[in-house]
């Protein structure tokens, strides 16, 4: 079985083996254009890879956790991590890897290569899918090129691959991918050219970037920037670039460094730029199409990496994907991001929130009132905006420094990342750990304890547990967003006290990682000296992403707290004057009625309750591992935050999602099975810092179990086993 062939020797029958990459350079390099050298890896080679080693069946499980309509960006994160890190740890069989390796090693010989994809379906003429798979640059030695073709076969199934699915045709059985292994060369001005611009038919553009291409292909580096006449070849318009960074060739791969050079020097000279749009119009004219071109000047002058046919202009209409594909950030996007979360958004959060909670409900005017409903309203959609445009998104800081980690580790667990990204310091921790000193508090003090059995928390006449009272009360208010009254609040927080600081029960501890700094030093070790501060300022990011995931939704929550003590007013005064449903008002309901006392707000409907069981009495049930571990208890279903005053110690929380301001009862269950999925949700965060199991992504989740049945937990799987029904 033939499983490479040399560039030179593709032609247009190898197309159902080859992709459309692979073919088109063949075709460029066969008409003379100057391409690299090398050899086409054939999808049969990543065929036999995965059906001898049942990779193919492990990827099918895999995919199967989930219906793939369901599957939130977490969860594709999640789903392409696990596969990628398959093909990291499945070794070749032994005549797939002697027969690449000869390939490679006649090829490429001492050199260093670059591993590009070549899908099949990839760069035709209906379907670019730029961007959507891996290649990988300055390779060198076979065995370390033949693991990064594992690699590249790996990002056939990256979470952007997997949202084009159904136009990409993604089944485990029909899909494959071939690779192209080329000579890699070290350019020092690299970029593409659309020989017709997307956007005016009348142009082509160039876009140029010192050092290698993958500056600019990447988004990491500004690029410079030309418009030329089609019909006369002269530059209409040119756009310097003050990017002072570029990417280049170093030992084991590629790294950004400084650029020192006066600025706003051209990168292109004018025989430069000319031979760069004159090959763009031949390649055009080979194959009959406008084309986008990769290329970049070496020692050798121009060199065309890769050619496709312009699809730019056809857009994206689905709009969820279009959001998806934006989550993917680079280091210095993240960065960027960073410094503007830390040092404007979450200040100018809390210091809005101070602001809008000075206002008194209870003691505005109807107009007055119907005025701070409004303006707090006003608020939390404004935040929420940010939230989704730019707090969701650094959460990729996680994902991309735990893509980094398994690349460079190889650890044998592909979530073992998570441990090094614990910071110190977690709101939503912060506020478990001071519930739990007043119930340690409360369990010290045998007295308290029984005094508190039939009293209020404001009546006791301990002093240390009301300053902390006091204290929670000031940082944190509202425990759920169920009710802004002091009064419910205590006893909510009376009901769970107790149940902590049962003494017959010892309380779970935190588990902190065991030696978080030599975990740290063994990542850095892995890293040459010139790319050990890069990996270290990428593991820095990382705690932030995990920090400000865990961190962002209790901001948020504050915002929706003022909004419900202030919608809460007003019914508690509407249903004083005798209208009825008050709950069931919204908020522009309210604001009406206060400011008009004739007018009858419309109630909401109530929202459809889902059916007890699902009709499917599944016994064992597939999610995603979140938290490792293995726990058995009754499950504890809960549909509503108050229901989470429900929850007995050692029973096994099963909801829909677990928001940060529920997570105090944490402490008190054995494990949690959440429907939503991905490491990266607020429950898996908080199950992994007190060492509870959990699963997540499991499908109806709270309609396939029913509070009662008895659990076992694999954390481990991700399997959820219904051991009894109740």
Known sequence: MTLCLDLRELREK????????????????????????????????????????????????????????????????????????????????????????????????????????????????????????????????????????KRVWASLWSDAALLYRQELGLEVEHSAMAVLVQRFVPGDRSGVIFSQSPLDPEVAVIEAVSGLAKG???????????????????????????EQSRVVASAGGTRIERVDGPAGESLLSPQQIEEVYRASREAEGLFGAPQDVEWTFGSGGLRILQARPVTAGKQDRDEKRVWNLSLRRSYENLEALRARIEGSILPE????????????????????????????????????????????????????????????????????????????????????????????????????????????????????????????????GNLLGITADRERLDEYLRTLLLEMSDPGRPLNVEQLPGDLEEAEKRYLACFRDEDREHARQLLELGRASYRIRDDDNIYLDRFKGLVREAEEAARERLQRRGLEQVDRFPGRELVQALRDPSYRPQAAEPAAREAERSEVDARQLLGQPASHGIATGRARVVERPEELFDLQKGEILVCDAIDPAMTFVAPLAAAIVERRGGMLIHGAIIAREYGIPCVTGIPEATRRISSGDRLTVDGYLGIVAIESRS
């Not at 690029?223 to 310097?240: A, C, K, T, V, Y």
């Open 14 to 149: 190898h197309a159902p083996f080859t992709g459309g990459k692979a073919l088109a350079l063949a075709r460029l390099l066969r008409h003379g254009f100057p391409v690299p050298e090398g050899l086409c890896i054939l999808t049969g080679a990543y065929r036999l890879f995965v059906d001898t080693t049942a990779l193919a069946e492990r990827i099918r499980l895999e995919l199967s956790r989930k219906e793939f309509r369901h599957m939130r960006w977490e969860e594709l994160w999640d789903a392409a991590l696990r596969i990628r890190h398959l093909f990291a740890h499945t070794p070749f069989p032994p005549e797939v890897e002697r027969s690449l390796a000869g390939s490679i090693e006649n090829a490429i010989g001492d050199g260093s290569a670059a591993v590009r994809s070549s899908a099949i379906g990839e760069d035709s003429g209906q379907l670019s899918f730029a961007g959507l798979h891996e290649s990988v640059l300055n390779v060198a030695g076979t065995g370390n090129i033949l693991e990064q073709v």
């Open 349 to 476: 959060m809390e210091k809005e929130a101070g602001e809008l909670s000075k206002a008194s409900p209870g003691e505005s005017s109807d107009i007055e009132l119907a005025a701070v409903i409004e303006q707090r309203q006003e608020a939390l959609d404004r935040w929420t905006d940010v939230y989704w445009d730019d707090l969701i998104p650094f959460a990729h800081g996680m994902r991309l420094f735990g893509q980094v980690y398994n690349d460079a580790v190889g650890p044998e667990d592909p979530f073992a990342f998570v441990a090094l990204l614990r910071p110190e310091r977690l709101e939503s921790v912060e506020r478990n750990r001071l519930i739990r000193q007043m119930a340690d508090r409360i369990q010290s003090q045998p007295r308290l304890r029984r005094q508190l059995q039939d009293r209020p928390l404001s009546g006791c006449d301990d002093g240390p547990l009301l300053s902390m009272l006091e204290d929670y009360h000031s940082r944190y």
């Open 216 to 242: 600019l292909v990447d988004g990491t580096v500004e690029p410079e920037r030309w418009e030329i006449e089609r019909g006369s070849g002269r530059i209409r318009s040119h756009r310097s670039s003050s």
